[in-house]
């Protein structure tokens, strides 16, 4: 899904490892978003030869798309955490970033990263700070792939900032940067392995 919000977004900057293609392995899961009050869904989770993550949502009541994502590991001392990026379409020359960390059977999930809140940690890192025009445009808190995605809506407001980067280099100084600020923004995924 490409959308134009107010987060974190550069060129596709990393390529997926077919060996290692994210924290949650390949098979049939319940995911439970914790503390949304919703059941549990069903997903088939798989990784694809170019080093991507597929979901594919089953026994949903509407109709949803697999989705693709590129998850990387991304070295922080005592943490297993991962970079998320979408993974691109054929020609698409921007994409959303964000980050996931696993605790235990507990997927820690920030697929959408504010800019409002972090403009600061990005220009120090090198990165550019951009306002949004208003016109039609996702809104922010429509924007997160998240397990079960809402329907984005339509908004004719400014979205106020977009976070860009150019390099890994300033990408990553700003992750670590925004890590050690310790967010509270995570989504918490509970994995339920049901079979192969």
Same mark, same amino acid.
């Given at each position: 899904?490409?959308?134009?919000?107010?987060?974190?977004?550069?060129?596709?900057?990393?390529?997926?490892?077919?060996?290692?293609?994210?924290?949650?392995?390949?098979?049939?899961?319940?995911?439970?978003?914790?503390?949304?009050?919703?059941?549990?869904?069903?997903?088939?989770?798989?990784?694809?030869? +170019?080093? &991507?993550? @597929?979901?594919? !949502?089953?026994?949903? =009541?509407?109709?949803e798309e697999p989705w693709? /994502?590129?998850?990387?590991?991304f070295a922080v001392p005592?943490?297993?955490?991962?970079?998320?990026?979408?993974?691109?379409?054929?020609?698409?020359?921007?994409?959303?970033?964000?980050?996931?960390?696993?605790?235990?059977?507990?997927?820690?999930?920030?697929?959408?990263?504010?800019?409002?809140?972090?403009?600061?940690?990005?220009?120090?890192?090198?990165?550019?700070?951009?306002?949004?025009?208003?016109?039609?445009?996702?809104?922010?808190? +429509?924007? &997160?792939? @998240?397990?079960? !995605?809402?329907?984005? =809506?339509?908004?004719?407001k400014p979205t106020g /900032?977009?976070?860009?980067?150019?390099?890994?280099?300033?990408?990553?100084?700003?992750?670590?940067?925004?890590?050690?600020?310790?967010?509270?923004?995570?989504?918490?995924?509970?994995?339920?392995?049901?079979?192969?």
């Open positions: 899904m490409v959308l134009s919000g107010c987060g974190w977004v550069g060129p596709p900057l990393y390529k997926g490892d077919p060996t290692d293609a994210g924290p949650i392995k390949p098979g049939l899961y319940k995911i439970d978003v914790l503390g949304d009050g919703k059941p549990a869904h069903l997903y088939r989770i798989a990784w694809l030869p +170019d080093g &991507s993550t @597929s979901w594919t !949502p089953l026994r949903s =009541k509407k109709k693709r /994502q590129i998850a990387v590991r005592g943490r297993q955490v991962w970079i998320l990026q979408d993974a691109p379409d054929e020609g698409q020359t921007q994409v959303d970033y964000g980050l996931a960390e696993l605790h235990a059977d507990i997927l820690w999930v920030m697929p959408f990263i504010d800019c409002d809140s972090t403009a600061e940690i990005v220009r120090a890192a090198g990165g550019e700070v951009e306002d949004n025009e208003a016109s039609n445009v996702v809104e922010a808190n +429509d924007m &997160s792939p @998240s397990i079960d !995605p809402p329907t984005p =809506k339509i908004s004719e /900032q977009r976070c860009r980067f150019k390099d890994r280099d300033s990408l990553e100084r700003a992750l670590r940067a925004y890590i050690a600020s310790n967010p509270t923004k995570w989504v918490r995924v509970r994995f339920k392995r049901i079979s192969d």
